[in-house]
C-alpha cells in the first residue's frame, strides 16, 4: 500500500485477507486496496501457532483458495506447507506489496458526512500511532485473540517445577527429549500435539476432563493422487475440493439427522484402531452428540498409533491441583511431568479486537446481528469474514470475498457510497451465531455477534445453499440499504427492529 486512502481497506494478512485481495484484484480492478497486518509475516494463525505437528484439520483440497490448487501430495498439510501456499499466493499475485506489517488496528470509525472509515492502528514496534482512511472495510481477522490463549486458573500452578507452556506460544527449540509431558486438553490442538511429541519425549499423557469424537483420515488422498497422473492438476482439484465439500455436507447432516447411529459408527473406526479391550467408553465416548462440537481429525492413526505402542497414554480425570512434580487428579492419582502443556482453548473476539464506531457511537459486536454471516445489522461499508465451523474456513472465505466485490461493483452501478444491512423483520430473533457447546465459545457467546431465526440473517452452514445466496443471490434484496451521496443516514439499529 503506498497511500493511507484506498478504496478497500482489509484487516489481517491470513488465509480470509489474501482471499479478499485476490478477488478485489480479479473482480474490481479498478479499486484500490491495502491490508494491514498485526505481525510481521503473511499467514496469520499459520503463522502464529508453531507447536509440533502444527497441521491442517481440513483437507487442502477444501481448505485450499478456490482459484489456486493444491498440488503438494499431503492432503492434511503441516504449518510449513500451508505458510509456502499462502506466501506463494501472494507473490503470484503481487499482494504482498499491498501489506503494511507490525500494524495493530485499535478503532476504526465510520463517519456518514464522509462516506469513510477511518482506522487507527499502532506500530508493533515502536507504538506509534497511525491513521488510514477507507471507503469500504474488510475484516480477515479472524475470530479470536492473537495475544492470549484460553488458560484456567489451576490450583498450586506456581508449585510446579518445570514448564507450562499454551501452544499460542510455544518457546522456539523446546527440548523435550525423554521429558515426560502432560498435554491437558482432547481437543484438535492436543490431538496434534500429543503423537509429535511422542516420538522424542519419554511418555505423554493427554490429560483430558472430558473426551471428544475422533476420526482418523489419510494425510494422502489416494484417489487424488491416482487422477493426478491422467488428468490435469486443475480438474483434479476442483473434483476432489467437490467430492470432499459433499461428503463432509453428508456426514454434518447424518450427525444431525441421526446422532446415535453416527456415534456408534465413530466409536466402531476407533476400536479398530486401539489395542483390544481398550476402555473407549471412558477415554472416547463424548457425553454429547456428534459435531454438537468439532469433529477432531487424526491424521494416519497417529494418535491411535502412539497409544498402542504406549509412548502416549489418557487420563480421562479432572485436575484437583499441581504439584512440584506434576498433577494431582480429583481420583488421587498423580501424573508425574517435566512439561505440561495447557492446550485449553482460544480467548474469542471480534473485529480483530479494535473498537468499532459508526457516526460516534460505539458499535459493541455483541449487539449486531449478522446478514449472510459476513455484514453487520446497521454497519455500513463493513464486510467480516466468518469461515465455517463445520467444513474448512477458507469455503466461506472465498464466498465471503466474492460477495464483497458484488457490493462494490453494484454500488459503483447505482453510485451508492453507503450499503448496511437493516433489521426491520420483527418475527427474527436472535440465535448464537454458532450452535456449539464448545467451551470456548460459550464462554464468549456474549460478545460474538448473533445470527438471526430467518434468512438473510440465519447462517447455512452449507457451501453449496450459500453458493447459491452468495454468488447468484440479488443484491439489492431488500435488506441491504443503499445510500447515495447527500441522502439522510439512518440511525445504527440494535439487532431488533424498531
Same mark, same amino acid.
Given at each position: 500500500?503506498?497511500?493511507?486512502?484506498?478504496?478497500?481497506?482489509?484487516?489481517? +494478512?491470513?488465509?480470509?485477507?489474501?482471499?479478499?485481495?485476490?478477488? #478485489?484484484?480479479? !473482480?474490481?480492478?479498478?479499486?484500490?486496496?491495502?491490508?494491514?497486518?498485526?505481525?510481521?509475516?503473511?499467514?496469520?494463525?499459520?503463522?502464529?501457532?508453531?507447536?509440533?505437528?502444527?497441521?491442517?484439520?481440513?483437507?487442502?483440497?477444501?481448505?485450499?483458495?478456490?482459484?489456486?490448487?493444491?498440488? *503438494?501430495?499431503?492432503?492434511?498439510?503441516?504449518?510449513?506447507?500451508?505458510?509456502?501456499?499462502?506466501?506463494?499466493?501472494?507473490?503470484? %499475485?503481487?499482494?504482498?506489496?499491498?501489506?503494511?506489517?507490525? !500494524?495493530?488496528?485499535?478503532?476504526?470509525?465510520?463517519?456518514?458526512?464522509?462516506?469513510?472509515?477511518?482506522?487507527?492502528?499502532?506500530?508493533?514496534?515502536?507504538?506509534?500511532?497511525?491513521?488510514?482512511?477507507?471507503?469500504?472495510?474488510?475484516?480477515? +481477522?479472524? @475470530?479470536?485473540?492473537?495475544?492470549?490463549?484460553? &488458560?484456567?486458573?489451576?490450583?498450586?500452578?506456581?508449585?510446579?517445577?518445570?514448564?507450562?507452556? =499454551?501452544?499460542?506460544?510455544?518457546?522456539?527449540?523446546?527440548? @523435550?527429549?525423554?521429558?515426560?509431558?502432560?498435554?491437558?486438553?482432547?481437543?484438535?490442538?492436543?490431538?496434534?500435539? #500429543?503423537?509429535?511429541?511422542?516420538?522424542?519425549?519419554? =511418555?505423554?499423557?493427554?490429560?483430558?476432563?472430558?473426551?471428544? @469424537?475422533?476420526?482418523?483420515?489419510?494425510?494422502?488422498?489416494?484417489?487424488?493422487?491416482?487422477?493426478?497422473?491422467?488428468?490435469?492438476?486443475?480438474?483434479?482439484?476442483?473434483?476432489?475440493?467437490?467430492?470432499?465439500?459433499?461428503?463432509?455436507?453428508?456426514?454434518?447432516?447424518?450427525? !444431525?439427522?441421526?446422532?446415535?447411529?453416527?456415534?456408534?459408527?465413530?466409536?466402531?473406526?476407533?476400536?479398530?484402531?486401539? /489395542? +483390544?479391550?481398550?476402555?473407549?467408553? &471412558?477415554?472416547?465416548? /463424548?457425553?454429547?452428540?456428534?459435531? *454438537?462440537?468439532?469433529?477432531?481429525?487424526?491424521?494416519?492413526?497417529?494418535?491411535?498409533?502412539?497409544?498402542? %505402542?504406549?509412548?502416549?497414554?489418557?487420563?480421562?480425570?479432572?485436575?484437583?491441583?499441581?504439584?512440584?512434580?506434576?498433577?494431582?487428579?480429583?481420583?488421587?492419582?498423580?501424573?508425574?511431568?517435566?512439561?505440561?502443556?495447557?492446550?485449553?482453548?482460544?480467548?474469542?473476539?471480534?473485529?480483530?479486537?479494535?473498537?468499532?464506531?459508526?457516526?460516534? !457511537?460505539?458499535? /459493541?459486536?455483541?449487539?449486531?446481528?449478522?446478514?449472510?454471516?459476513?455484514?453487520?445489522?446497521?454497519?455500513?461499508?463493513?464486510?467480516?469474514?466468518?469461515? @465455517?465451523?463445520?467444513?474448512?474456513?477458507?469455503?466461506?472465505?472465498?464466498?465471503?470475498?466474492?460477495?464483497?466485490?458484488? #457490493?462494490? %461493483?453494484?454500488?459503483?452501478?447505482?453510485?451508492?457510497?453507503?450499503?448496511?444491512? =437493516?433489521?426491520?423483520?420483527?418475527?427474527?430473533?436472535?440465535?448464537?451465531?454458532?450452535?456449539?457447546?464448545?467451551?470456548?465459545?460459550?464462554?464468549?457467546?456474549?460478545?460474538?455477534?448473533?445470527?438471526?431465526?430467518?434468512?438473510?440473517?440465519?447462517? %447455512?452452514?452449507?457451501?453449496?445453499?450459500?453458493?447459491?445466496?452468495?454468488?447468484?443471490?440479488?443484491?439489492?434484496?431488500?435488506?441491504?440499504?443503499?445510500?447515495?451521496?447527500?441522502?439522510?443516514?439512518?440511525?445504527?439499529?440494535?439487532?431488533?427492529?424498531?
Amino acid at each position: 500500500m503506498t497511500q493511507p486512502h484506498v478504496d478497500v481497506l482489509i484487516i489481517g +494478512a491470513g488465509i480470509s485477507g489474501i482471499s479478499s485481495a485476490w478477488h #478485489i484484484q480479479k !473482480r474490481c480492478p479498478g479499486k484500490t486496496y491495502g491490508i494491514l497486518e498485526q505481525r510481521d509475516n503473511i499467514g496469520g494463525t499459520w503463522d502464529l501457532f508453531r507447536y509440533p505437528g502444527i497441521r491442517s484439520d481440513s483437507d487442502m483440497y477444501t481448505l485450499g483458495y478456490r482459484f489456486k490448487p493444491w498440488t *503438494d501430495k499431503k492432503a492434511i498439510a503441516d504449518g510449513n506447507a500451508i505458510r509456502r501456499y499462502l506466501n506463494e499466493t501472494a507473490d503470484q %499475485n503481487s499482494i504482498r506489496d499491498k501489506i503494511r506489517f507490525g !500494524r495493530q488496528v485499535k478503532r476504526a470509525s465510520w463517519s456518514s458526512d464522509t462516506a469513510r472509515w477511518t482506522v487507527e492502528t499502532a506500530r508493533t514496534e515502536t507504538g506509534e500511532t497511525e491513521h488510514f482512511t477507507c471507503n469500504f472495510l474488510s475484516v480477515c +481477522a479472524g @475470530y479470536y485473540d492473537y495475544e492470549e490463549g484460553y &488458560t484456567p486458573e489451576f490450583s498450586g500452578r506456581d508449585r510446579f517445577r518445570g514448564q507450562v507452556i =499454551h501452544p499460542q506460544h510455544w518457546p522456539e527449540g523446546l527440548d @523435550y527429549e525423554d521429558k515426560r509431558v502432560v498435554v491437558i486438553g482432547s481437543g484438535a490442538t492436543a490431538v496434534t500435539i #500429543i503423537p509429535e511429541m511422542a516420538k522424542n519425549a519419554a =511418555h505423554v499423557t493427554m490429560l483430558q476432563r472430558s473426551p471428544s @469424537y475422533m476420526a482418523s483420515r489419510p494425510a494422502e488422498d489416494g484417489g487424488a493422487q491416482f487422477l493426478m497422473k491422467i488428468l490435469p492438476a486443475k480438474l483434479v482439484y476442483t473434483l476432489i475440493r467437490w467430492r470432499n465439500v459433499f461428503l463432509q455436507m453428508y456426514f454434518f447432516n447424518a450427525a !444431525r439427522s441421526r446422532p446415535e447411529k453416527t456415534k456408534e459408527r465413530l466409536l466402531d473406526m476407533l476400536r479398530d484402531q486401539l /489395542p +483390544a479391550n481398550y476402555d473407549v467408553e &471412558t477415554h472416547f465416548t /463424548p457425553d454429547y452428540d456428534p459435531w *454438537d462440537q468439532r469433529l477432531c481429525l487424526v491424521s494416519d492413526s497417529d494418535l491411535f498409533e502412539a497409544i498402542s %505402542n504406549g509412548t502416549a497414554s489418557i487420563a480421562t480425570d479432572k485436575i484437583e491441583a499441581f504439584t512440584e512434580t506434576g498433577i494431582k487428579l480429583t481420583s488421587g492419582k498423580q501424573l508425574e511431568a517435566d512439561i505440561i502443556v495447557t492446550a485449553t482453548g482460544l480467548n474469542l473476539h471480534n473485529f480483530g479486537g479494535a473498537e468499532v464506531f459508526v457516526d460516534g !457511537r460505539h458499535i /459493541p459486536s455483541g449487539e449486531c446481528m449478522t446478514y449472510k454471516g459476513m455484514m453487520y445489522s446497521g454497519v455500513p461499508n463493513l464486510a467480516a469474514t466468518f469461515g @465455517y465451523t463445520n467444513a474448512s474456513w477458507t469455503l466461506k472465505a472465498d464466498l465471503t470475498s466474492e460477495f464483497l466485490c458484488r #457490493i462494490l %461493483n453494484y454500488m459503483d452501478k447505482v453510485g451508492a457510497v453507503q450499503c448496511a444491512p =437493516h433489521l426491520h423483520d420483527p418475527e427474527v430473533k436472535e440465535e448464537p451465531i454458532v450452535d456449539f457447546s464448545s467451551g470456548y465459545f460459550k464462554r464468549a457467546e456474549h460478545k460474538m455477534p448473533k445470527q438471526g431465526s430467518k434468512k438473510p440473517w440465519k447462517l %447455512n452452514q452449507n457451501y453449496a445453499l450459500d453458493i447459491i445466496a452468495m454468488r447468484y443471490g440479488k443484491i439489492d434484496d431488500g435488506v441491504l440499504e443503499f445510500k447515495k451521496s447527500g441522502q439522510p443516514v439512518a440511525e445504527p439499529a440494535a439487532m431488533a427492529a424498531e
